[in-house]
Structures are given as structure tokens and as C-alpha cells.
């Protein structure tokens, strides 16, 4: 038995539709709901239905979605959908192979756009209502009740683990700095300080650049490189790098009592790679550091430009 449950953001005149299960059909699940509420089932079969990864379909693409999702964490996990033109009132129905694994109670999608026309969406994965271990499928079906033509339907595998499996590269960033901000003077007490951010980091998970440290668990941890004010051309600092994971790099001057003084800007810098595989990279809009292999290493500069 295949029993849906759809997921709905549309005009406040609609009113919102309940399950329904149809006999005869493969076993699965869907789930709907309005922006934020849910209709609950005690359904946990697994669907014998046959499922394969579709990451585009009609007006819809997968952007980006989780390598794995980490049972209990308080991670926000995310599958990021594109649309190829606006979308009237767009809804969206889940299909869920194994509803033991992944419950249709942790899943809410969530539209991007002006009112009632949608220009892209995401589906919000809450990892404190799993607790299995698993892979499970999970077919998105977006459609509007005001446009037959508008819509699709996308299917990504996502894998559910209890600690996070995580491989790392080493890394070396080398920081040099432009003349002009090579003439800025720290004062008495202030340290010039470079901060890198795993935005994928798993809270309560450690953080392998922290181990000396007394908090070991931060997603973000720093490194002095006041040298390079105080008379050194350049400064080197070799890290563990996570792979396929967000990583931010900003570089700020803090004072004696860790006070925020100012941010400086990173030029833009490309090194190792190619097209195809990518790059060792750092991007100045994002503060993005991206590394594509391992005992790699990337040359960056920093300016005297400040941003907030």
C-alpha cells in the first residue's frame, strides 16, 4: 500500500488536503502539509517499488543535497531545488522508500520567491526525529494547481549514519599581504587572526584542528598570523581541511580581550586544477576555501580593504 503525504504553500483560499491511500499500489509514503505542519502516519514499511536517482526533471533540478545526514544532530540539512521558470503556487509531494528510516514528520518544504510565484525551494531534513541508521530514497514531485504544464519530478538517495564519516586532507594556505596592509600597526595586546568556518561541521562532533584546544568540538577554529604585520613576507598555516564540506576562511584583527576590530578583504585566488575537476580555490564573495586533493597548498592576499 503506497499511503502520500503531500506538502503544500499555496494561496489562502485553497484549503489543504488530507492522506489518502490508495489499495493495489507499491508501498511508500509521501506526506502533505502547508508551510510548517505535517499530517501524521504510523506507517514505516519499506516500499518494494524500484527507485533510481533523477536529479532533473521538467522545470526541476537538484541543486545540492546532503552527502549523509547524521542521526540526532542539530544540523540544518537542506536540498536545495532549482526551478527553470516561476512556479504558480507550487506544491510538493514526498515518496519515501523506507519511512522507518527517514518519517515523513521530518521533512517541510519551503518556497523561495515573491508570493504566490516561486522561483526555486527547499526541503528541510530535521535529524532530531531519526533514528535509524540507513539509506532510504526519497522522490520529490513538484507541481501547481493552477498550471498542469509546470512542475516535475526528482529523486536523490540520502544516507543516514550515527557519526559522521568524514575524510580530510591536509592543507597549507599561505598568507601574504599587500603592501599598503602590510603597514597597518597592531596595537598593544592585538593579535591578526585568520578563522576558518566548517559550515558542515557536526555539533558535538570533534574538530580535528582543535584537539590542543579546550573546546575540541567548535565547527571553527583560529590561528595567530600577526607575524605577517610585524615584519614576515609570508605566513604559513597547515590545517585539516574537510572534503566536500563548506569551508569559510575571513581574517580579522582582534584585540587583547578577543574583541572584534576589524575584518580584511581576501583577494580572489585560483591555483591547482582544471575545469573539469575543479580548483584549489579561494572566492572573496563567499569566503569560500575550497581544496580539490590532498598536501595541496594556495597563496592568498590580504588587503587593507575592511567589510563589516
Request: charged content about 20%.
Amino acid at each position: 500500500m503506497k499511503i502520500k503525504y503531500k506538502f503544500l504553500l499555496i494561496l489562502p483560499v485553497m484549503f489543504l488536503v488530507g492522506c489518502s491511500s490508495t489499495p493495489g499500489e507499491d508501498s511508500g509514503s509521501s506526506s502533505q502539509l502547508n508551510s510548517s505542519e505535517s499530517i501524521s502516519t504510523s506507517s514505516t514499511s519499506t516500499s518494494q517499488k524500484d527507485y533510481e536517482v533523477k536529479l532533473s526533471d521538467g522545470d526541476i533540478s537538484v541543486i545540492s543535497y546532503p552527502d549523509e545526514i547524521v542521526l540526532g544532530a542539530s544540523n540544518s540539512y537542506t536540498i536545495n531545488l532549482g526551478f527553470s521558470r516561476q512556479i504558480i503556487n507550487s506544491k510538493a509531494e514526498f515518496e519515501i522508500s523506507d519511512t522507518s528510516i527517514l518519517p515523513s514528520s521530518a521533512l517541510s518544504y519551503h518556497t523561495n520567491g515573491d508570493g504566490s510565484f516561486h522561483t526555486s525551494a527547499y526541503i528541510s531534513i530535521d535529524a532530531s526525529e531519526l533514528t535509524k541508521e540507513g539509506t532510504s530514497y526519497l522522490e520529490i514531485e513538484i507541481s501547481s494547481p493552477n498550471a498542469s504544464s509546470q512542475g516535475g519530478l526528482v529523486c536523490v538517495e540520502l544516507n543516514f549514519v550515527e557519526t559522521p564519516n568524514v575524510t580530510y586532507y591536509t592543507e597549507t594556505v599561505i598568507f601574504e599581504a599587500t603592501s599598503s596592509f602590510s603597514k597597518i600597526k597592531l596595537e598593544e595586546g592585538e593579535k591578526l587572526l585568520a578563522q576558518f568556518s566548517d559550515n558542515d561541521h557536526v555539533v558535538g562532533v570533534n574538530n580535528p584542528n582543535r584537539e590542543d584546544e579546550e573546546n575540541k568540538t567548535y565547527s571553527w577554529f583560529t590561528r595567530d598570523i600577526s607575524s605577517l604585520l610585524n615584519g614576515e613576507d609570508e605566513v604559513s598555516v597547515t590545517f585539516k581541511y574537510a572534503v566536500n564540506h563548506n569551508i569559510q576562511l575571513r581574517v580579522y584583527i582582534a584585540d587583547a580581550d578577543g574583541k572584534l576590530v576589524n575584518w580584511y578583504t581576501i583577494n580572489d585566488s585560483l591555483g591547482q586544477g582544471s575545469s573539469t575537476t575543479g580548483f584549489n580555490q579561494y572566492d572573496s564573495d563567499t569566503a569560500k576555501l575550497t581544496f580539490i586533493s590532498d598536501n595541496s597548498s594556495l597563496s592568498l592576499t590580504i588587503t587593507d580593504k575592511t567589510y563589516s
